[in-house]
C-alpha cells in the first residue's frame, strides 16, 4: 500500500498533500480534512502530475490542483508517485545492481583460503587500523592487486554514519552520540574473490563521514566529500522514520549530478525490531522504486577477545562482510559496465 502505514489504512479518510518544489522530494504531509490530494508547485508540476493521470479534468491548468480521492486509490497515487520519483528527480542513470553473489564468492572469506588473507588486516585476532597511506603486506606468493575507492557516507544526524564506519574498521563503536565535527576519513581493507575470474582482489575502501552541521555550515564540505566519489552510501535508522522518509531528498541532494556513481542504502539499529519505525512493506516499495541494493546492519557491541577488553576481529569481520562484499561487487560491476565489458541493463545484452 505504498507510504501508508498500516494504522494510517485503518483510520479511513486522511488529507494527504504532495508537495513539488523545484527539484525538490515529495513530502507527504498528514493533515485532518477529507481525503484528497494536492499538488502544487513548479517545475515539476507538470511531470508529476501527467504520471498521476492528472491531466485530464478541471484541475489540469491550475497551479493548486484538489481531486478527492478513497483511502485505497490515495495509497495507490502515493505508490505510483512515489515510484516515479527518480526519473522525476533527475537522478542519473547507473549500471543495474547485479545479483548478489555474481561477482564476489559470498562465503569466501570463510575457507581457508580466505582466511590466509584476512590474516594481513588482522593482528592477533584484532583488526589493524590502517593509515591514509599505509596498506596490508602480503607474502609474495598471495600478492594481489589493489583496487581503491572513495565512499562518502550520507544520512541525517544521529543515523549511527560515524558508528557504521567504525564498524567496519573494526573500531570502537561510540556509546554516546556526538555530532562529527568536520570530515573524518577512514581506511578499510578487505580482499574478495571474483566469481568470474576466481582472481583474488584486495579492496581499499575510503569512507569520508561528515557531519551534518557541517555540511549546512560550510558550502564547500558536501563537494569535497563528492568530488571523484565512487559511491554514496545513504543510511537510514530502522528507529527513525523520518531519516527512512528523508532518502528521497538526500539522493536528489547527493546522487543528484553524479552520474555512474553507485549508490546503496543501508538501514541502522536493525537489531532493535521491537522499536522499529520502518515496516517490512515501506521497505519492499522502496526497493522497488528505486531499485538500490539494501542492506541492514546491526547496532550491538561488537564481540570481545577473552579479556573482555578487545574487540574480536576476526568476529567483527564476519558481522559485517555482507556489507564490505556488497560495496565490492557493486562497484567492481560498475568498473566493469564503465569499461564497456558489460551491458549496462538487461535491454542491452545481445539476443
Not at 572469506?109 to 583488526?127: D, M, P, Q, T, V
Amino acid at each position: 500500500m505504498g507510504w501508508l502505514s498500516a494504522r494510517e489504512q485503518c483510520r479511513g479518510k486522511r488529507a494527504m498533500e504532495l508537495l513539488c518544489l523545484g527539484v525538490s522530494p515529495l513530502r507527504i504531509l498528514k493533515g485532518s480534512l477529507d481525503t484528497k490530494i494536492r499538488i502544487r508547485g513548479v517545475g515539476l508540476l507538470h511531470p508529476l502530475r501527467r504520471e498521476l493521470g492528472l491531466l485530464e479534468g478541471p484541475w489540469a491548468d491550475e497551479e493548486g490542483s484538489q481531486v478527492q480521492l478513497g483511502t485505497v486509490a490515495l495509497s495507490h497515487l502515493l505508490l505510483s508517485a512515489f515510484c516515479h520519483l527518480p526519473s522525476l528527480l533527475g537522478c542519473p542513470a547507473m549500471a543495474r545492481p547485479p545479483t548478489p553473489g555474481s561477482v564476489i564468492v559470498p562465503d569466501w572469506h570463510e575457507s581457508a583460503e580466505g582466511k590466509e588473507y584476512l590474516a594481513c588486516i588482522l593482528r592477533k585476532n584484532r583488526r589493524r587500523v590502517f593509515g591514509l597511506l599505509e596498506r596490508p603486506v602480503l607474502p609474495p606468493p598471495v600478492a594481489v592487486d589493489t583496487a581503491s575507492y572513495k565512499i562518502f557516507v550520507s544520512g541525517k544526524s544521529g543515523v549511527g554514519k560515524t558508528a557504521l564506519v567504525a564498524k567496519l574498521a573494526g573500531l570502537e563503536v561510540p556509546v554516546v552520540h556526538h555530532e562529527t565535527t568536520g570530515i573524518q576519513t577512514t581506511v578499510v581493507f578487505w580482499p574478495a574473490k571474483l566469481q568470474a575470474s576466481n582472481r583474488v582482489v584486495m579492496f581499499r575502501f575510503e569512507f569520508w563521514d561528515c557531519g551534518e552541521s557541517a555540511l549546512k555550515k560550510f558550502d564547500h564540505m558536501l563537494p569535497a566529500c563528492k568530488e571523484k566519489a565512487d559511491a554514496f552510501l545513504f543510511l537510514f535508522s530502522f528507529t527513525d522514520r523520518a531519516s527512512f522518509e528523508d532518502l528521497p531528498g538526500q539522493l536528489a541532494r547527493v546522487a543528484g549530478e553524479a552520474p555512474g556513481v553507485v549508490r546503496m542504502v543501508i538501514g541502522s539499529k536493525f537489531d532493535q525490531y521491537m522499536h522499529t519505525d520502518v515496516p517490512e512493506c515501506d521497505l519492499t516499495a522502496f526497493r522497488q522504486a528505486w531499485e538500490l541494493p539494501l542492506l541492514r546492519v546491526k547496532s550491538v557491541p561488537g564481540r570481545r577477545l577473552a579479556d573482555g577488553r578487545t574487540l574480536d576481529g576476526r568476529a567483527g569481520l564476519a558481522d559485517v562482510a555482507h556489507v564490505l562484499n556488497g560495496l565490492a561487487e557493486q562497484l567492481w560491476h560498475q568498473d566493469q559496465v564503465a569499461a564497456g565489458l558489460l551491458p549496462n541493463s538487461p535491454e542491452d545484452t545481445p539476443s
